[in-house]
């Protein structure tokens, strides 16, 4: 098997600005970085079961394109009382995040139990058929209606477990250091650092 050597750049299988800046606010470091965008304008198509077949399909091929080392993630929201929906289909759930929230909390209204999870899979890409996966999740509620205007998707009704504040409302600074991105990217900037 290949070795991981400390790459210069990185290539992020993303064209997601809010994710992008997520990604270097976290890593941060000597490392530059790139996007998928930069070599092709086309993306892929998310047709994986699990954030792990979604993440690595990224991954690999954007390696591919790009023949540089490749960090791809997949994400969702897995709601307890939905079965663990809408999860690996989150972005898909409604033509915006604003049907997509309205969905969200239809479905839960009346339902006491408002437990869910983000969650996160990063592979990094590193050489042919060679990956390392980092995971991280951050449990916490729903809210009864949407609050706050930073962050992304989801944000406005997600409430971090320890916090009575949704994510939009405690602001990227917070969510930085407690959301699943931000668990999984520390895992693998130890895994960097160790290299
Ligand atoms: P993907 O990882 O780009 O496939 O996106 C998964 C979807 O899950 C996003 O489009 C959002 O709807 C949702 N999601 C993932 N991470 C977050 C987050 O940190 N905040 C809010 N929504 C998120």
């Known amino acids: 098997m290949a070795r991981s050597v400390k790459p ?29 965008g930069d070599f092709l304008g086309i993306s892929v198509k998310e047709a994986g079961r699990t954030l792990v077949d979604n993440s690595l399909t ?30 690996v289909y989150s972005a898909r759930y409604g033509s915006d995040d604003n049907e997509r929230i309205t969905k969200v909390l239809k479905q839960l209204a009346n339902e006491k139990n408002r437990r869910a ?15 390392a996966v980092f995971e991280g ?28 504040k949704t994510f939009a409302e405690l602001g990227e600074k917070v969510k930085n250091r407690i959301s699943h991105r931000a668990k999984a990217l520390i895992r693998f900037k130890k895994y960097l650092t160790n290299l």
């Open 8 to 36: 210069r750049s990185i290539v992020l299988a993303t064209r997601n600005p809010h994710k992008i800046a997520e990604i270097k606010a976290i890593l941060g470091g000597r490392i530059q970085y790139e996007s998928i």
């Open 117 to 131: 999870s983000f969650k996160a899979v990063f592979i990094y890409y590193y050489a042919p058929n060679t990956y």
């Open 137 to 164: 999740e951050c449990r916490g509620m729903i809210a009864d209606e949407p609050r706050g205007s930073s962050g992304f998707g989801y944000d406005p009704i997600f409430i971090p477990k320890g916090y009575s």
């Open 58 to 87: 990224k991954a690999a091929f954007t390696f591919k394109v790009s023949g540089k080392p490749s960090l791809a993630d997949d994400s969702g929201l897995f709601i307890e009382a939905l079965d663990g929906k809408p999860g």
